[in-house]
C-alpha cells in the first residue's frame, strides 16, 4: 500500500479535484489508517476495524472523481460499483457479494500481470530458443528427419555435421534473429484453440457460489485443441513470450498474496447509494431498494464470501459510499446501514469562481483537454480571462434555472460553444483564434435566454 501521508494525499488529489476540502481530508485520514493498521502488533490488528465514509453532496462535484483518483494513488486493491446494480437475494440480478469477488478478480489480474512482467526477460530467452528449434532442424536429426517449410530456408546456413557447427549456425541464426533479418519470415505455429461451447446457466447466483466452475469441468472433458497458424516471426515470438510468462507465474501464490491483499487493504466504492433508498419511506416489494440495504449490512460488517479462488473476509474492507441524495435523506437509510458508516462529509455545491478554477486549473482541465484537441489540426486557440469567467456564469445561472449537475454542465456548454470551430477546423485558413467574452456571449444568448432550450441543450 502506498505509504503517503495524508497532507500528500490531499496536495494529489487537488491537482484533479477543486475545493472539497473536507472530503478529501476524511479520504486521506481514512487511507493512511489503513497503512497505520499494517504497522502496529499484530494481535490488536485484528481489532482495529476501518471507519467507512459516506460523501453527500449533488451531482457534479466530485465523488467520483475522488474515487477514481484514490485507485491511482494507492496500491491497495481499488473496485467502484454502482449500488443500483444490485438486487435483493431472490431475484435475478447481480447480488450484493458480487462486489468482493469483482475485487479480488481484479487483484489476481492485477498481481498476475505484475508477475509476467518481472519475468518477461526469462520468458523472451525461452521463446527465443522455441524459435531457434522451429527455424533449425535438430542437429542429430537434420539429415534423416523432414524439416519443416521454414527450417528448409535456412539450410543453407547449416555445415554437413559436427556439433560445433551446428552450434555456430544457431548462433548465427540468433544473431540474424535478434537483428530483425528474420523478420519477414514466416514460421508454423501452434496454438491452442481457445473456442469453448457456449452454456447459458440462468441463475440468480453468481457462478462462483454453485461450487463448480465450469470453464474448468468442460475443459477436463473436451480435450484441448490446437491449430496450426502461419505467422511472421515477429508475432510468433510474441505469442511464445506470452505463453511462457504464464508457465512462469506460480498461480497459487497470486491468489494466496491477491486474497491478502483484499482481506487486509481493500477499498470498495459504492456509489448512487441513494438509489436504493426508498422514496418517502415507502415500503413493499422494492427488491432494488431496502432489500439490498439489509444484503449489504453483513458485506459490509465483515463476513466471509465465497469466491472461485476461494473464501474472502470483508471485515477490513474500507467502504466509501457517495450519493446525491435528492429526493431523500441520509437518515432514510436503514439504521442499521446508517451506523455501519460512521463518518459523513458533506461535499459543497459549486459556483462559478469554482468553474474558472476547474476550466483552468487541474491538469486535465477542460479548457486544456480542447486546446489539445485543436493543435492536432494546427489551430491554435486562446481563451481570453473574461471568456472563462462568461463561461463559468453561464454554467452556474443554468445550473440554477434547470437541474444542478455540477461541473458536467461545462461539458456541455463548450461543446455548444465550440462546435463550429470543431466542425470547421481542418478547413480554416486562419489558424489562431481568440475567444472573448462578446463570443461566449453571442454563442449562447439564444439557448441560455431560452429556458426550454437550455433544458434540452445544455
Given at each position: ?28 485520514i481514512?487511507l ?12 490488536l ?54 462486489m ?11 498481481l ?17 530458443e ?67 461451447p ?39 515470438m ?34 448512487e ?42 471485515d ?98 463548450m ?44
Amino acid at each position: 500500500m502506498s505509504n503517503l501521508k495524508p497532507k500528500e494525499i490531499v496536495k494529489e488529489l487537488d491537482k484533479y479535484i477543486i475545493g472539497q476540502n473536507k472530503a478529501k481530508r476524511s479520504v486521506a485520514i481514512a487511507l493512511r489508517n489503513r497503512w497505520r493498521r499494517q504497522q502496529v502488533p499484530e494481535d490488536l490488528r485484528d481489532e482495529i476495524a476501518p471507519k467507512n465514509i459516506i460523501l453527500i453532496g449533488p451531482t457534479g462535484v466530485g465523488k467520483t472523481e475522488i474515487a477514481r483518483r484514490l485507485s491511482n494513488l494507492t496500491d491497495s486493491p481499488f473496485n467502484k460499483i454502482e449500488a443500483s446494480k444490485f438486487t435483493e437475494v431472490g431475484y435475478v440480478g447481480r447480488d450484493v457479494e458480487s462486489m468482493v469477488r469483482d475485487l479480488l478478480e481484479l487483484t489476481v489480474n492485477k498481481l498476475k500481470a505484475r508477475e509476467q512482467e518481472a519475468v518477461k526477460e526469462k520468458a523472451w530467452q525461452i521463446a527465443e530458443e522455441r524459435m531457434l528449434d522451429l527455424l533449425l532442424p535438430k542437429s542429430e536429426k537434420h539429415q534423416t528427419q523432414k524439416s519443416d517449410a521454414t527450417a528448409e530456408t535456412h539450410l543453407e546456413l547449416l555445415s554437413s555435421s559436427g556439433g560445433d557447427e551446428s552450434s555456430s549456425t544457431r548462433e548465427k541464426l540468433r544473431s540474424m534473429l535478434r537483428n530483425g533479418k528474420l523478420d519477414n519470415r514466416y514460421v508454423d505455429l501452434e496454438v491452442s484453440d481457445r473456442a469453448m461451447p457456449v452454456v447459458e446457466i440462468f441463475s440468480n447466483v453468481g457462478m462462483e457460489e454453485m461450487g463448480i466452475n465450469f470453464k474448468d469441468m468442460l475443459g477436463g472433458l473436451i480435450p484441448k485443441s490446437t491449430k496450426r497458424r502461419k505467422v511472421k516471426v515477429p508475432e510468433a515470438m510474441e505469442t511464445m513470450a506470452a505463453e511462457e510468462a504464464q508457465n512462469l507465474v506460480d498461480l497459487d501464490k497470486v491468489v494466496k498474496q491477491a486474497i491478502e491483499k483484499v482481506e487486509q487493504s481493500g477499498i470498495i466504492f459504492l456509489d448512487e447509494i441513494d438509489k436504493i433508498v426508498g422514496k418517502n419511506g415507502t415500503k413493499g416489494p422494492d427488491v432494488s431498494g431496502e432489500g439490498v440495504q439489509r444484503d449489504l449490512l453483513p458485506i459490509v460488517e465483515g463476513s466471509t464470501v465465497t469466491t472461485k479462488y476461494g473464501p474472502v473476509k470483508s471485515d477490513n474492507i474500507l467502504f466509501i459510499a457517495a450519493g446525491a441524495f435528492h429526493t431523500v435523506k441520509p437518515s432514510d437509510l436503514i439504521p442499521e446501514l446508517q451506523g455501519r458508516f460512521p463518518i459523513r462529509v458533506e461535499l459543497d455545491s459549486l459556483g462559478w469562481k469554482e468553474f474558472v478554477r476547474i476550466l483552468t486549473e487541474p491538469k486535465n482541465a477542460l479548457l486544456l483537454q480542447y486546446l489539445a484537441l485543436l493543435k492536432t489540426e494546427d489551430v491554435e486557440m486562446v481563451f481570453e480571462n473574461d471568456a472563462v469567467e462568461g463561461i463559468a456564469k453561464i454554467a452556474e445561472e443554468v445550473n440554477n434555472m434547470t437541474e444542478n449537475i455540477g461541473a458536467r454542465r461545462l461539458h456541455t456548454i463548450m461543446e455548444c460553444l465550440l462546435e463550429d470551430i470543431l466542425f470547421d477546423a481542418p478547413d480554416l485558413h486562419e489558424k489562431r483564434i481568440v475567444i472573448d467574452r462578446l463570443y461566449v456571449e453571442n454563442k449562447l444568448k439564444d439557448i441560455k435566454d431560452d429556458e426550454d432550450l437550455s433544458r434540452y441543450i445544455l
